[in-house]
Every structure is written in structure tokens, then in C-alpha cells.
């Protein structure tokens, strides 16, 4: 079953603009990670939240994390037509190598 | 150093055939993961390894799923009597051990495509 819902779960935006895509989550968390797909394929890492955490940065990658909650936002600023992908939010519940409960993802895409 | 790798990259079967679908993790990398992946969803959990051993195989939809990694590192997912339903993205992920446990950051494969007709 799946733990997480991103919102929306379409997105399109002009280049340069910023996007922001929303993940709520049911359980209790250790940390809080989103991935990019690009073409259903291969999911790429992108940022992990702890759940003692709330805000952390990436390049041009923002993530917040409310555990109060329960959600998370992930801001991509100055927005490029290469970040046209789906992006997922997954959640682990306890600390060490646990699997992941992924999302439904948000498609994203980017118009130059 | 490369990254998880998965053969085949397509895979096309047909309805009652048997299936085997392999997986490379990272060398070094303790934990293994199998997941699957439908049209417009989420990967889906489906078995996890800790060394050679399953550590959690909840996510297996049935008894005609099974995977194996008899040395540790290379994993199989083996599906019988495949349906048209197990029609999906099988994604591979592998991550490292630490004594504490670590972040649990997994690195993921680009996935063996099962279409069965």
C-alpha cells in the first residue's frame, strides 16, 4: 500500500518560474527522502529530510518537513525544462536499511 | 564505480511463462531491495535483503513471486507462471550498513520492464 500522496499530481510550470510539490504521509518516520523518475525508469535520490528536521536545502532544492502534520513540501527554484520529471516522496519508519513507502509522485513538467 | 545495474532492461514473456529478473547492487552495499512499479503509481515494496538472507518479504503478492541472493551481493526475483497483471517496472535498490544504522539512502537501478501478453 502506498504510505504517502503528493500533491498535485500534475504540475506545469514556464522555465524559470519555481515549482512546489507537496507529500502527506499517515505513520510516524525516521527521515523523509525525495526521488526523481525521469521516464518511468530509474528513481534518483535527490534529498533527505531526518525527522528531527525541518527545513533543509540542496542546490536549488528546498525541503520542508512538519511532522505535526505529517507532510512534507519540496520547492525547485529557477526551474529548468531538465527538471521535467515525477518526483516521489518516500518514507521509512524506523532508523537503519528499511524499505521504502513511496507516493503516487507529482509529474512535473517544465515548458522552455 | 558503478551503480546498480538490472538485466534484462525489457523483458517480454508470455501468460504461464516462468521469469527471472537479475540485479547488481553497488559493491560493498549490505541491503537489497526489490520493488515494483505500475503505470502511474509509487514503487511498491516487495522484499528486502539483509546479506543473503530476507529480512522482509511482506510485500510478495503471492507464493508465485520468490528471490534469491545466495553470496550476498547479486539478487533474482523469480516469477511463475507469470499473469498479465505482473505486467510492470521491477526496480532494484541497494543501500549501505552502518553500526548505526545509517540514513537509509537507497540507490536505485533503472529497472527491468515485464510486459506479459
Known amino acids: 500500500s502506498q504510505q504517502g500522496e503528493e500533491d498535485p499530481q500534475a504540475l506545469s510550470i514556464q522555465e524559470g518560474e519555481n515549482a512546489t510539490m507537496n507529500c502527506s504521509y499517515k505513520?510516524?518516520?525516521?527521515?523523509l527522502q525525495w526521488y526523481r523518475q525521469n521516464s518511468g525508469r530509474g528513481l534518483v535520490h535527490l534529498i533527505l529530510?531526518?525527522?528531527?528536521?525541518r527545513e533543509k536545502h540542496s542546490g536549488r532544492l528546498r525541503v520542508t518537513l512538519d511532522t505535526s502534520k505529517k507532510s512534507s513540501s519540496l520547492l525547485i527554484t529557477a526551474s529548468r525544462a531538465a527538471d521535467t520529471a515525477s518526483y516521489f516522496c518516500?518514507?521509512?519508519?524506523?532508523?537503519?536499511?528499511?524499505?521504502?513507502?513511496f507516493g503516487k509522485g507529482t509529474r512535473l513538467s517544465v515548458i522552455a | 564505480g558503478a551503480g546498480v545495474s538490472q538485466t534484462p532492461s525489457n523483458k517480454v514473456t508470455e501468460k504461464g511463462k516462468y521469469v527471472e529478473l537479475r540485479c547488481d547492487p553497488i559493491?560493498?552495499?549490505?541491503?537489497l531491495y526489490w520493488y515494483r512499479q505500475s503505470l502511474g503509481q509509487g514503487p511498491e515494496f516487495l522484499i528486502y535483503?539483509?546479506?543473503?538472507?530476507?529480512?522482509?518479504d511482506s510485500g510478495l503478492p503471492n507464493d508465485r513471486f520468490f528471490a534469491v541472493r545466495p553470496e550476498g551481493s547479486v539478487s533474482t526475483l523469480k516469477i511463475q507462471r507469470t499473469e498479465r497483471g505482473d505486467s510492470a517496472v521491477y526496480l532494484c535498490?541497494?543501500?549501505?550498513?552502518?553500526?548505526?544504522?545509517?540514513?537509509?539512502?537507497?540507490?536505485f537501478g533503472p529497472g527491468t520492464r515485464l510486459t506479459v501478453l
Open positions: 559493491s560493498g552495499h549490505t541491503a
Open positions: 535498490a541497494s543501500s549501505k550498513t552502518s553500526p548505526s544504522g545509517g540514513d537509509g539512502e537507497q540507490f
Open positions: 535483503f539483509q546479506g543473503t538472507g530476507a529480512a522482509d
Open positions: 505513520t510516524s518516520i525516521n527521515n
Open positions: 518516500a518514507t521509512d519508519a524506523s532508523s537503519g536499511n528499511t524499505p521504502l513507502v
Open positions: 529530510i531526518r525527522s528531527n528536521e
